[in-house]
């Protein structure tokens, strides 16, 4: 029952350096999500592929890219991290019609840049 | 603007009593309103979906309500258990939400023996 995996767990990045974050679900799901959680605040989306092939902006794409691999993998790329970067990034999943599914969320990758 | 305000942002309780739990919303027009608990490092785990037809609805011993009229929702745990410290996010769907949900920053619940 792996359900919604992420990679790595924790990574630290100087400035202007990038990298790419891993994430597969193994539940079949069409819709993938990004979620960026900071202290003291709700999560925000980054960006959304409602089914393969397909991908969509969020609240706050600024500084990141997706790509949606195949039905199972979703990757956030983050091209020159800033600073402003630091913070912890969700992916979830859900069955199609999202808005009214739940999303199932991996652990994390808690990501710092210095 | 749409928004989700939980209230309180903390809490603390003694293991066995009861607690309930808030939250404000203005997202409008409104598609449904869930609850999520999320353990200290990891993600969040879906509780509850509420539509704006149901009023109330249960998981074991947590109990969300829903007032659509008031904008309000709350979060009631029954017999509350070590395990249930956690923080507690009310999460809101609009109608043209297009896969966007407005998360609120939730509230911190600890559960002391």
């Known amino acids: 029952n792996a359900g919604v995996t992420q990679t790595p767990k924790f990574q630290v990045l100087k400035t202007g350096q990038s990298m790419t974050l891993q994430c597969a679900q193994d539940?079949?799901?069409?819709?993938m999500y990004w979620y960026r959680q900071d202290p003291g605040m709700g999560l925000r989306l980054i960006y959304y592929s409602a089914s393969e092939g397909t991908t969509d902006k969020g609240e706050v794409p600024n500084g990141y890219n997706v790509s949606r691999l195949n039905k199972r993998e979703f990757s956030l790329r983050l091209e020159s991290a800033a600073p402003s970067q630091t913070s912890v990034y969700f992916c979830?999943?859900?069955?199609?019609?999202?808005?009214?599914?739940?999303?199932?969320f991996g652990d994390g990758t808690r990501l710092s840049i210095l | 603007k749409n928004q989700v305000e939980q209230s309180p942002q903390s809490l603390i309780i003694l293991e066995g009593k009861n607690c309930t739990l808030q939250?404000?919303?203005?997202?409008?027009?409104?598609?449904?309103l869930r609850w999520y608990k999320q353990d200290t490092g990891r993600g969040p785990v879906s509780l509850t979906i509420m539509t704006f037809s149901e009023n109330t609805k249960s998981n074991g011993r947590y109990t969300a309500t829903l007032d659509a009229d008031t904008k309000q929702s709350s979060l009631h745990i029954t017999a509350s258990q070590l395990s249930d410290s956690a923080s507690y996010i009310c999460?809101?769907?609009?109608?043209?939400?297009?896969?966007?949900?407005?998360w609120g920053a939730g509230t911190k619940l600890i559960i002391k023996p």
């Open positions: 999460v809101v769907s609009g109608m043209d939400s297009n896969y966007q949900l407005i």
């Open positions: 979830a999943s859900s069955e199609a019609g999202g808005d009214r599914q739940p999303q199932h």
């Open positions: 939250c404000n919303y203005t997202v409008s027009p409104f598609s449904n």
């Open positions: 539940m079949n799901h069409n819709s």
